[in-house]
């Protein structure tokens, strides 16, 4: 499976962003989503996840509040809203999907096998 991450791009403090996860090469219906982002300098970090049947969201507690996650399985895509947006939050976003069905979410970055090529966020104060 190929994702693709979308949307980013250069805001103000305050605003807002919606990024968008697309998959080809197979359906995402069934593995649980995770976005994932990684600023300049620093490693990797977990943002949020959302479980195969989007009925389960979790977030990390630097955005819990401001962003939410999102899936549509009929086509293909997940997002990931985001409000509110601070400086602190400029970093390229990636979209991962785990790599068995019907798992868990969760915000290990080891348990995510897809990866998509990031989006970048800039957020200016």
């Known amino acids: 499976v190929q994702l693709q991450a979308y949307g980013g791009g250069l805001v103000q403090a305050g605003d807002s962003l919606r990024l968008t996860c697309a998959a080809s090469g197979r359906t995402l219906s069934y593995y649980p989503m995770g976005w994932f982002r990684q600023a300049p300098g620093k490693e990797r970090e977990f943002v949020a996840a959302i479980s195969w049947s989007g009925s389960y969201d979790m977030y990390a507690d630097s955005v819990k509040g401001r962003f939410t996650v999102s899936r549509d399985n009929a086509k293909n895509t997940g997002s990931l809203q985001m409000n509110s947006l601070k400086p602190e939050d400029t970093a390229v976003y990636y979209c991962?999907?785990?790599?068995?069905?019907?798992?868990?979410?969760?915000?290990?970055?080891?348990?995510?096998?897809?990866w998509g090529q990031g989006t970048q966020v800039t957020v200016s104060s």
């Open positions: 991962t999907l785990r790599q068995a069905t019907y798992t868990s979410a969760t915000s290990r970055e080891d348990d995510y096998a897809y």
